[in-house]
């Protein structure tokens, strides 16, 4: 479950960086004040009324707007830097306290208790009683 937790999240990594890197542009057309068409990545369809209308007259009824929205162009790699003042005798310390043998000493497997079957001893021979 770990495993996939950290699959689903380097991924979402990955599209974030993607996506903030992006850029791409929206085409608005516009008839008066009523939108009539807004693309992505190209150019917004004109309406008929504009297509028809000689082209000293377009510009005063329909519009066209185009949105450029830039990703990030300059990406900064760096790694996280910090400093640890740590004093030398607690460093020392901590280097002679868990260098000692009981530290890396390994575990020596005990093995359990081994428990012998019970010995059932067999009364008709013992004293000596057969059946005829």
């Known amino acids: 479950m770990n495993l996939f937790v950290s699959k689903i999240a380097s991924?979402?990594?990955a599209l974030l960086v993607l996506f903030s890197t992006l850029s791409f542009t929206v085409g608005t057309h516009y008839c008066g004040n009523i939108m009539i068409d807004k693309a992505i990545l190209s150019k917004a369809q004109t309406c008929e009324m504009h297509q028809e209308m000689p082209s000293e007259?377009?510009?005063e009824c329909c519009g066209d707007e185009v949105e450029?929205?830039?990703?990030?162009?300059?990406l900064q790699?760096?790694?996280?830097?910090?400093?640890?003042?740590?004093?030398?005798?607690?460093?020392?310390?901590?280097?002679i306290h868990f260098s000692s043998?009981?530290?890396?000493?390994?575990?020596?497997?005990?093995?359990?208790v081994y428990d012998p079957p019970h010995y059932y001893q067999d009364f008709q021979i013992l004293h000596q009683v057969f059946l005829i």
């Open 11 to 13: 991924l979402l990594l």
């Open 57 to 59: 007259e377009k510009s």
């Open 68 to 74: 450029i929205i830039e990703g990030q162009d300059v």
């Open 77 to 95: 790699f760096s790694k996280a830097e910090f400093d640890l003042d740590i004093p030398v005798e607690f460093a020392i310390f901590s280097l």
């Open 101 to 112: 043998t009981d530290f890396f000493a390994k575990e020596i497997a005990t093995a359990e």
